[in-house]
T-cell receptor, first 116, second 115 residues
Framework: GAVVSQHPSRVICKSGTSVKIECRSLDFQATTMFWYRQFPKQSLMLMATSNEGSKATYEQGVEKDKFLINHASLTLSTLTVTSAHPEDSSFYIC????????????FGPGTRLLVL | AQKVTQAQTEISVVEKEDVTLDCVYETRDTTYYLFWYKQPPSGELVFLIRRNSFDEQNEISGRYSWNFQKSTSSFNFTITASQVVDSAVYFCALSEDRRDDKIIFGKGTRLHILP
């Protein structure tokens, strides 16, 4: 089956620092990757859609300068949380799809970010 | 606008009982796709099933079965002879026939299987 990895799985950082999270599709080429945020006991909230070689599309209310997304290749997308603050602490999950309408999204294991 | 409703926030059943998780969706499109994902305590979302709107056949996979009924806009998920390892949050999701491949998640149902 399709495998998506995410790194790191857990990160603790000081307020004001930047954190980079990587999302990789291991056995397929992902034309589209998605970044979600999930608060405890809540559903997934889509942050942005990332297409290889083009700018990410951000959902309403998501600060593009705060959450920098780069999709440099068909197997790698990165999310950088810039100048992180405690309210950015959350569970961040990426997904990847080989493309095509209605295609299944395969999810990474998630990254737990704690900003002190 | 598309929408997914999982009315059951939390369910607890005793091991070996059968349990059905409800999912009701709304969409104006005639072509759409429905999904179920499992999120165990570890946090990773595990893909369970994908069904397109033209395929109303029920599906069975081991102890899991899905009942898709367009007439009631429902895509319910049943676990037969539940096991403790089935304890997780289960999300139903909907994708319309769009280029952006976005999927909309329901709020999830937290399932507790008690030993």
């Amino acid at each position: 089956g399709a495998v998506v990895s995410q790194h790191p799985s857990r990160v603790i950082c000081k307020s004001g620092t930047s954190v980079k999270i990587e999302c990789r599709s291991l056995d397929f080429q992902a034309t589209t990757m998605f970044w979600y945020r999930q608060f405890p006991k809540q559903s997934l909230m889509l942050m942005a859609t990332s297409n290889e070689g083009s700018k990410a599309t951000y959902e309403q209310g998501v600060e593009k300068d705060k959450f920098l997304i780069n999709h440099a290749s068909l197997t790698l997308s990165t999310l950088t949380v810039t100048s992180a603050h405690p309210e950015d602490s959350s569970f961040y999950i990426c997904s990847a799809t080989p493309g095509g309408r209605g295609e299944t999204q395969y999810f990474g294991p998630g990254t737990r970010l704690l900003v002190l | 606008a598309q929408k997914v409703t999982q009315a059951q926030t939390e369910i607890s059943v005793v091991e070996k009982e059968d349990v059905t998780l409800d999912c009701v969706y709304e969409t104006r499109d005639t072509t759409y796709y429905l999904f179920w994902y499992k999120q165990p305590p570890s946090g990773e979302l595990v893909f369970l099933i994908r069904r397109n709107s033209f395929d109303e056949q029920n599906e069975i996979s081991g102890r899991y079965s899905w009942n898709f009924q367009k007439s009631t806009s429902s895509f319910n998920f049943t676990i037969t002879a539940s096991q403790v390892v089935d304890s997780a949050v289960y999300f139903c999701a909907l994708s319309e026939d769009r280029r952006d491949d976005k999927i909309i998640f329901g709020k999830g149902t937290r399932l507790h299987i008690l030993p």
